[in-house]
């Protein structure tokens, strides 16, 4: 297995460095702004390779003949290239928002049919838990503002799921292996200090991983029945919710570019380096899914009580930030207006 897995991890790096070239050409590339964490013309895109790998994932499957499994997997797949492929678009030309939506709205059908969750004798439900998840979806799309965090961040929730995985086996591990490998190439353009990175992940790269992460959640839940899992994602849940919040009672449009993030801040008023504040996220993520997995008692209360406590240390952590250096950020909006 071990020779297999590095074969798939040089095919998905020369598939990253063809994209390369393909983005160069093209002119697929990020120009920073007054709103940017980076300074620098960066290619775009590079977190394509979190969906093509998936189709390394098939590839594998097929080659041991696994089809039934593929099978199992294809409204996922197919609603992951649909998502993935409208963001890819729109990481070239700006699409409407109805558009996007659209996409998003449509490839979630498709996973929660995968997932087995389309009961339409309890349609309310769905459509709140669609509506939930399309957001879950963009506000980790918002958190990719850095380098390195969303890879980071996506290795810091599915390495705790590969370890859950070799005893609850409620998804194919060389599904996950599989995107793990994935993250790691885009690492390795991606997880440099600023003004280094060969590439930026784009909405292709952290709306594509988003949909992956869910779908594997999901199953995790499907398969046990407790939501209390969902704690996989909880730092990136307590930054985006709360910033949003936050953006909302300043009456600004949700739409729009901002700096607001906890980890912007740290990365650009306060001058962490991007890496740093990528690990500090990775790491806190970490920590809390392991003790999660390890330490807490595998009983619902137990979960519950855990999620609470910790969601609540960590809301109270990303106030008293903000109330401690947010004003740094307002300093700095107010030198872009002079």
């Known amino acids: 297995m071990i020779l297999i897995y590095t074969i798939i991890f040089i095919l998905l790096l020369l598939i990253e460095l063809l994209y390369f070239d393909i983005a160069d050409k093209c002119n697929i590339i990020d120009k920073p702004n ?73 490839a979630m059908a498709l996973m929660f049919w995968c997932l087995g969750v389309l009961h339409w004798n309890m349609w309310w439900i769905v459509i709140i838990a669609l509506i939930v998840c399309v957001g879950a979806i963009n506000v980790i799309n918002f958190m990719d503002g850095i380098n390195g965090i969303t890879a980071g961040y996506s290795l810091a929730v599915l390495v705790p799921l590969t370890v859950l995985n070799a005893s609850a086996n409620f998804i194919d591990q060389s599904f996950l292996v599989t995107i793990i490998l994935g993250v790691l190439v885009f690492c390795v353009f991606n997880f440099r200090s600023k003004g280094k990175a060969k590439c930026f992940a784009g909405d292709v790269g952290s709306i594509g991983i988003a949909f992956i992460l869910l779908f594997a959640i999901g199953k995790l839940v499907m398969q046990t029945g407790d939501v209390t899992y969902l704690l996989f994602l909880l730092v990136y849940g307590v930054d985006g919710c709360l910033t949003i919040c936050h953006r909302i009672l300043l009456h600004e449009k949700l739409g729009e570019a901002h700096r607001k993030h906890a980890y912007q801040l740290m990365a650009n008023e306060l001058k962490f380096g991007h890496v740093k504040v990528a690990g500090l996220y990775m790491i806190m993520q970490l920590a809390v899914s392991l003790v999660f997995i390890f330490i807490v008692p595998n009983t619902i209360l137990a979960h519950w009580i855990y999620l609470i406590v910790v969601f609540v240390i960590f809301a109270v952590a990303y106030v008293l930030f903000k109330k401690k250096y947010y004003h740094l950020h307002e300093e700095y909006l107010a030198s872009l207006e002079k």
């Open 34 to 106: 007054q709103r940017s964490s980076h300074s620098t013309i960066v290619l775009r895109g590079g977190g394509i390779i979190f969906a093509l790998s998936t189709l390394a994932w098939v590839g594998f499957q097929g080659a041991h003949g696994e089809w039934g499994l593929v099978v199992g997997y294809l409204p996922f797949l197919i609603g992951l290239f649909l998502i993935a492929g409208v963001s890819f678009v729109d990481d070239i030309i700006s699409l409407p928002d109805r558009v996007r939506l659209v996409s998003q709205f449509t």
